[in-house]
């Protein structure tokens, strides 16, 4: 099982979420938006899955109110998904929310029924503990609805 530690130094930060990121391109495929969740890494609470003395995924938590935070991004590694470590870091997250003193955990993704593999990512959220909150139709695109889930801690 991966070793699950927290990254202080922003610019290591940023190198381990630029790694996985980039491999991950049929998820983080818009550059833009792949370098926005890289720069923003930098200030966010880092948790890193390490194996084997390499990164092999990572999550950040960013708060959005004075009790709550949100996973803003979240990659596991191609050839390391399906084996645990997305579970092992959304169960870090959570302890480390409630350490910090949040009461609640959110988190975005495109709603259930859109793309087979965003259903996947909705299935994962459900079955870490997450329920729905609300759909924003608009706050990306008309193609892409936003699915807010929420987990209080």
Avoid: H
């Avoid at 980039?22 to 550059?31: P, S």
């Avoid at 998904?81 to 609640?104: Q, T, V």
Wanted: charged share 25%; hydrophobic share 45%; with cysteine.
């Amino acid at each position: 099982m991966p070793e699950i530690l927290p990254i202080a130094d922003p610019e290591q930060k940023q190198a381990v979420a630029r790694q996985v990121l980039e491999a991950l391109t049929d998820w983080f495929g818009i550059e833009e938006s792949r370098e926005e969740y890289i720069r923003d890494s930098a200030s966010q609470l880092f948790l890193c899955a390490w194996e084997d003395g390499a990164p092999a995924g990572f999550l950040c938590l960013k708060e959005t109110g004075r009790v709550t935070a949100e996973v803003a991004v979240m990659g596991v590694m191609p050839d390391r998904r399906r084996c645990g470590l997305g579970r092992a870091l959304m169960r870090a997250a959570i302890a480390s929310a409630r350490e910090a003193g949040y009461s609640f955990l959110q988190v975005k993704t495109v709603q259930m029924g859109r793309y087979p593999d965003y259903d996947e990512t909705n299935r994962f959220y459900l079955a870490m503990g997450f329920r729905e909150f609300e759909v924003f139709p608009l706050l990306w695109d008309e193609a892409n609805p936003c699915q807010v889930y929420v987990m209080a801690l």
